[in-house]
């Protein structure tokens, strides 16, 4: 989900204060989509059928964001965060007395939402949804508020009986959001830790793609822009956080998404790259993708602004680049391809016990990123193996396969995002 917003001014100081008091930092726990621990978890599909739709799950997400990039208008707390349909659940308790929450982690977008009672169109949701006349804490914030102003002007709106705030958020998808913008208190789980007077949307008419799953009952903005879960947490976490991607079918290993302190990367093997933030696109994490090393072989592009998102399994690449990257991937390995590849790949080949895969190095500016083969290849029955990279004309991702097991930190003020390779296992 990538919604389309401005890139604003800080939020008033009263709002951020009031949600960030007394942590410096705080870590959520992920589970995979795919993962035995998952909600989701469907023991009766194949590991080629759960290979397969994590495929086609990217390739929608990729839609979603191109459709948004061509559209300028646009001590510590745990939490357990649970991909869904490709995205990231992350389980929330929200208002006083606290209720439950499943909501989708997205790297690429802003706002804070739930469904909210009453509800004029709602998606089926296995829990009932958020009541904010029984929280003793829900606000309601007033058209003229500040965190209201950081809404772009043809998205929010004033309320006909009370001045309240409503806003209305399309995605990229045209899936969409609409209700009123308030203030309650969010924790991740922990009783001792609470974050009074969060900024979140309480959607009465809601339609989204994530809508299959009754799990999800909104979504967690975790992008650059204002109203965001890592802008409100602001100066308190030093914009910073991290994550550290397990393998997707471990089956007692979690992922782990950090916040402030606990995100900071240091030692030996960290690399780090700028962070190109887009002000007409503040919802994306941008970096510079020079080139990629197969062996001793190095193909160099010509367009390396690619996102890095944690929501798409792929890799997708600039289509010439993308073969250019294919054939010296065949030459080296010494592969030829296999015709009628499985649905959302686009490489496959077979391989025996002589097949030696080579070392792969993406040279992002001043980072060389060293990839395993289980970053980059996907095995399926028999011997038979695809490439998690495919080739597009308008959106280039880093998706979060090539990601796996590394830690991954996001300096939002430094603009950098820094690498380090490591057993996420145990991180």
Not at 117 to 124: A, D, H, I, K, L
Not at 164 to 185: F, H, K, M, R
Not at 202 to 214: L, P
């Given at each position: 989900m990538h919604a389309f917003?401005?890139?604003f001014l800080a939020l008033n100081?009263?709002?951020?204060?009031?949600?960030?008091?007394a942590t410096k930092s705080?870590?959520?726990?992920?589970?995979?989509?795919?993962?035995?621990?998952?909600?989701?978890?469907?023991?009766?599909l194949t590991p080629s059928e759960l290979i397969t739709n994590a495929a086609l799950r990217s390739i929608s997400r990729s839609k979603r964001v191109t459709l948004s990039q061509n559209n300028e208008i646009n001590e510590s707390p745990e939490s357990i965060v649970i991909p869904n349909g490709g995205d990231y659940l992350m389980k929330i308790y929200i208002g006083t007395p606290p209720i439950e929450r499943f909501a989708v982690a997205d790297t690429g977008s802003d706002l804070?939402?739930?469904?909210?009672?009453?509800?004029?169109?709602?998606?089926?949701?296995?829990?009932?949804?958020?009541?904010?006349?029984?929280?003793s804490t829900f606000i309601g914030?007033?058209?003229?508020?500040?965190?209201?102003?950081?809404?772009?002007?043809?998205?929010?709106?004033?309320?006909?009986?009370?001045?309240?705030?409503?806003?209305?958020?399309?995605?990229?998808?045209?899936?969409?959001?609409?209700?009123?913008?308030?203030?309650?208190?969010?924790?991740f789980g922990q009783k001792d830790v609470t974050f009074p007077k969060s900024i979140?949307?309480?959607?009465?008419?809601?339609?989204?793609?994530?809508?299959?799953?009754?799990?999800?009952?909104?979504?967690v903005g975790l992008g650059a822009g204002p109203l965001s879960l890592v802008s409100q947490l602001g100066d308190s976490i030093g914009h910073k956080f991290s994550y550290c991607l397990v393998p997707p079918f471990l089956s007692k290993a979690t992922s782990k998404l950090k916040f402030g302190d606990e995100a900071n990367l240091n030692g030996n093997g960290v690399v780090s790259t700028p962070l190109i933030l887009k002000?007409?696109?503040?919802?994306?994490?941008?970096?510079?993708?020079?080139?990629?090393?197969?062996?001793q072989?190095?193909?160099?592009?010509?367009?390396?602004?690619?996102?890095?998102?944690?929501?798409?399994?792929?890799?997708?690449?600039?289509?010439?680049?993308?073969?250019?990257?294919?054939?010296?991937?065949?030459?080296?390995?010494?592969?030829?391809?296999?015709?009628?590849?499985?649905?959302?790949?686009?490489?496959?080949?077979?391989?025996?016990?002589?097949?030696?895969?080579?070392?792969?190095?993406?040279?992002?500016?001043g980072a060389d990123v060293t990839l395993k083969p289980e970053n980059l290849f996907v095995p399926f029955a028999n011997n038979f193996i695809c490439l998690s990279v495919i080739p597009n004309d308008q959106t280039f991702i880093f998706g979060n396969r090539a990601q796996i097991d590394f830690i991954v930190e996001y300096d939002l003020k430094g603009k950098k995002v820094s690498f380090a390779p490591t057993d996420c296992s145990k991180n």
């Open positions: 917003i401005f890139l100081s009263l709002y951020t204060l009031s949600f960030v008091e705080f870590s959520i726990e992920l589970i995979h989509h795919d993962s035995p621990l998952s909600p989701f978890y469907n023991s009766s804070i939402w739930v469904q909210c009672s009453p509800c004029e169109n709602c998606f089926p949701q296995d829990t009932p949804y958020y009541d904010p006349s029984k929280s914030l007033s058209c003229d508020s500040k965190p209201c102003s950081l809404l772009p002007q043809d998205r929010h709106f004033c309320g006909k009986s009370n001045n309240e705030c409503e806003y209305l958020y399309v995605y990229g998808d045209n899936s969409y959001t609409i209700g009123e913008l308030g203030t309650d208190s969010i924790n979140f949307g309480c959607g009465h008419d809601n339609d989204v793609t994530f809508k299959r799953s009754r799990k999800a009952t909104g979504l002000s007409s696109q503040p919802s994306f994490y941008y970096l510079n993708l020079e080139g990629i090393t197969v062996g072989k190095t193909i160099h592009t010509t367009d390396g602004n690619i996102i890095i998102d944690s929501g798409t399994t792929l890799t997708l690449l600039e289509t010439s680049f993308y073969y250019n990257f294919v054939a010296s991937v065949k030459e080296v390995i010494g592969v030829e391809e296999v015709q009628n590849p499985p649905s959302g790949y686009n490489f496959c080949f077979t391989y025996g016990e002589q097949t030696k895969f080579p070392s792969f190095v993406f040279h992002f500016t």
